[in-house]
């Protein structure tokens, strides 16, 4: 098997066992992206006589931790020293950045080699979209924001990649692209040098192609750790199946992935229970979008005054307010998700782990859009942490995932029940 197709972190077993090599890894993902990215388009910039020169040097070192020698790809809106980043505006090509972004610095410390940057949505906000097609199908989008990232894992070009979310730019993408996804809890891990739409939804994530990856660079980034969180069992989950209240915006291949990993769980021991949410919840949708364009004002009002008629006009629309968001709907916005937080963050006194929609149903058809949001934006602004696992097929082939959720800060313990909640759930893998 190409060393391409390994998770990243059967690929670092190997490469601590001494029976693969980093440079042998990258240049196999660099045959991929040779064979496959002139119709996925994944990657915005890749350098790879650099990055082989770049691996031969891992290959020389003692292992700097635990993602030594892994290729790692970068959303092209996180600042990178040695690469630019364009935030796919035409405002900023060939801009190079002074210093790595925080996400970045911690896992090139940890030994991660950074292969490329990946397509976006600009500045990960509005604006143009990225020539990203769906590995799985090319004329349907890959999901949006972080469309390449989620893209090129997905078809084996990068084992682990970063995303971000601000309403649902890194969880649909992972269910889009057929892969798995973190978004920790809001603020455990560093925003430093990532373009800003909303600080307080804004979150730094990553992709892998098992729940292990996922662990691997949360464990580089001190949010998980073996020794704290003991491994669960299926028989042992409680959980709860929640449709959310925008269940009205289902389809049938969300409804169906749903129902899927519910009836899976159960089989495997889960004690698994439909819980529906109280009524305040039906609002947190509308919150975020009042917290991320009001926050959205003040992110962008510096590139107006620097480049005026210049930014895309999505862009402009925001530095300028034009949803008139006032101080109050901003103040009422932060009271009502505040509440929730709480309110949510209790549930977890009666079961271990929420299980929800992580799409409305398949990827749809054409560039023109990277998908409906609505499953994923009210639990970003409650800060909890969103981990995605694929399920099925829907009637296109594509690839329709879930998503489990836990309680602010449980991002730990999320990681282990995940380990069960995938082994049930995700049939293609376990059959691997």
């Not at 990215?37 to 082989?52: E, G, N, S, T």
């Not at 690469?83 to 505006?89: G, V």
């Not at 409804?255 to 004690?271: P, T």
């Not at 300028?320 to 929730?340: K, Q």
Request: include cysteine; hydrophobic fraction near 40%.
């Amino acid at each position: 098997m190409e060393p391409c197709y390994l998770t990243a972190a059967d690929a670092a077993a190997r490469i601590r066992a001494k029976t693969l090599t980093c440079e042998e890894l990258v240049r196999s993902c660099l045959k991929r992206i040779e064979e496959r990215d002139a119709d996925v388009r994944a990657f915005i910039h890749l350098d790879p006589a650099r990055a082989i020169a770049k691996a031969r040097e891992l290959d020389k070192r003692p292992p700097l931790g635990p993602l030594h020698g892994i290729p790692f790809a970068v959303k092209d809106m996180i600042d990178t020293v040695d690469m630019p980043t364009t935030h796919n505006s035409p405002l900023y090509q060939g801009h190079q950045p002074a210093k790595d972004a925080g996400c970045v610095a911690v896992v090139r410390h940890n030994g991660a080699l950074i292969l490329g940057k990946t397509d976006t949505v600009e500045f990960a906000s509005g604006g143009r979209k990225a020539l990203t097609r769906n590995p799985h199908n090319l004329a349907h989008t890959p999901g949006g924001s972080s469309s390449g990232s989620g893209a090129a894992v997905g078809d084996f070009m990068v084992p682990l990649a970063f995303g971000t979310q601000t309403g649902g730019s890194h969880i649909r993408p992972a269910s889009f692209n057929g892969i798995y996804g973190l978004k920790p809890t809001w603020s455990t891990v560093t925003r430093e040098g990532a373009k800003m739409l909303s600080p307080m939804c804004d979150t730094v994530g990553w992709y892998g192609r098992s729940v292990a990856d996922l662990q691997l660079v949360a464990e580089a980034f001190r949010i998980f750790s073996p020794a704290a969180e003991k491994p669960v069992e299926t028989r042992q989950l409680r959980v709860a199946v929640v449709q959310t209240p925008y269940w009205h915006r289902i389809e049938p291949a969300g409804r169906e992935a749903l129902a899927i990993a519910a009836k899976r769980l159960q089989q495997a021991g889960a004690k698994v229970e439909d819980m529906t949410l109280p009524q305040q919840f039906g609002s947190t949708f509308e919150a975020q979008e009042t917290i991320m364009h009001g926050e959205g004002a003040a992110a962008f009002l510096p590139e107006l005054l620097a480049h005026g008629d210049r930014l895309h006009s999505d862009l402009r629309a925001l530095a300028e307010n034009s949803r008139n968001v006032t101080g109050r709907a901003m103040a009422a916005a932060h009271d009502l998700v505040a509440d929730c937080r709480k309110t949510f963050d209790a549930y977890f006194s009666s079961f271990d782990v929420v299980l929800t929609p992580s799409v409305p149903g398949e990827a749809p058809e054409g560039l023109h859009t990277t998908g409906d949001w609505v499953f994923n934006a009210f639990w970003t602004v409650l800060h909890v942490p969103c981990l995605a696992i694929p399920c099925t097929r829907g009637s296109k082939g594509l690839p329709v995932g879930i998503q489990i959720i836990g309680p602010r800060y449980g991002d730990a313990r999320l990681l282990r029940i995940a380990e069960a909640v995938a082994a049930a759930v995700d049939v293609e893998q376990s059959k691997s």
